[in-house]
T-cell receptor, first 112, second 114 residues
Framework: SQTIHQWPATLVQPVGSPLSLECTVEGTSNPNLYWYRQAAGRGLQLLFYSVGIGQISSEVPQNLSASRPQDRQFILSSKKLLLSDSGFYLC???????????FGPGTRLTVT | AQKITQTQPGMFVQEKEAVTLDCTYDTSDQSYGLFWYKQPSSGEMIFLIYQGSYDEQNATEGRYSLNFQKARKSANLVISASQLGDSAMYFCAMGDNYGQNFVFGPGTRLSVLP
């Protein structure tokens, strides 16, 4: 069966510090991968998605970037965090040509 | 552009009763999928049910059913026999057949009362 992992579960970082959130998927190959941020009152906002290694599409311009160094690894990064980067970050995967997305447990980021 | 609307920020239901969570969508695509997810206080997102735009029958999964009215562009979630563990945020979402252009609604917070 497929599983998706995210770490860390919670993170407190000062403004201006770097960020690296990791997401890995097990039990499947060549998944579509997604990073979401949960914004209050707006539901989930898609940040990035990837259909393959090194292929990243950005949905909104922001202070964040994503990378996919391996087939089942998706990393969300920032060089300098802003207060507005605080939130709940969810990683998800889906099979190619299937729509259902399965989510990881999420990372709660607090920027102080 | 695709858009999902959930007009009920919060809902209350008595335990063991049924509840309907509303979802309307807007898209110019002919082929699309509609989804409902549950997010308990722990934060994880749990997939509940899926309806394809060409599916003629409403989707059902246990106590969950999706009332799909294509002409009205609505995809309401019906939870039968509510349980205390159903208390959570519920998100309606829409995506294309390639798992891209995924859009979520703002969510509805359901509270089940004992």
């Amino acid at each position: 069966s497929q599983t998706i992992h995210q770490w860390p579960a919670t993170l407190v970082q000062p403004v201006g510090s770097p960020l690296s959130l990791e997401c890995t998927v097990e039990g499947t190959s060549n998944p579509n991968l997604y990073w979401y941020r949960q914004a209050a009152g707006r539901g989930l906002q898609l940040l990035f998605y990837s259909v393959g290694i090194g292929q990243i599409s950005s949905e909104v311009p922001q202070n964040l970037s994503a990378s996919r160094p391996q087939d089942r690894q998706f990393i969300l990064s920032s060089k300098k965090l802003l207060l507005s980067d605080s939130g709940f970050y969810l990683c998800a995967w889906s099979r190619d040509r299937d729509n259902e997305q399965y989510f990881g447990p999420g990372t709660r980021l607090t920027v102080t | 552009a695709q858009k999902i609307t959930q007009t009920q920020p919060g809902m209350f239901v008595q335990e063991k009763e049924a509840v309907t969570l509303d979802c309307t969508y807007d898209t110019s695509d002919q082929s699309y999928g509609l989804f409902w997810y549950k997010q308990p206080s722990s934060g994880e997102m749990i997939f509940l049910i899926y309806q394809g735009s060409y599916d003629e029958q409403n989707a059902t999964e246990g106590r969950y059913s999706l009332n799909f009215q294509k002409a009205r562009k609505s995809a309401n979630l019906v939870i039968s026999a509510s349980q205390l563990g159903d208390s959570a945020m519920y998100f309606c979402a829409m995506g294309d057949n390639y798992g891209q252009n995924f859009v979520f609604g703002p969510g509805t917070r359901l509270s089940v009362l004992p």
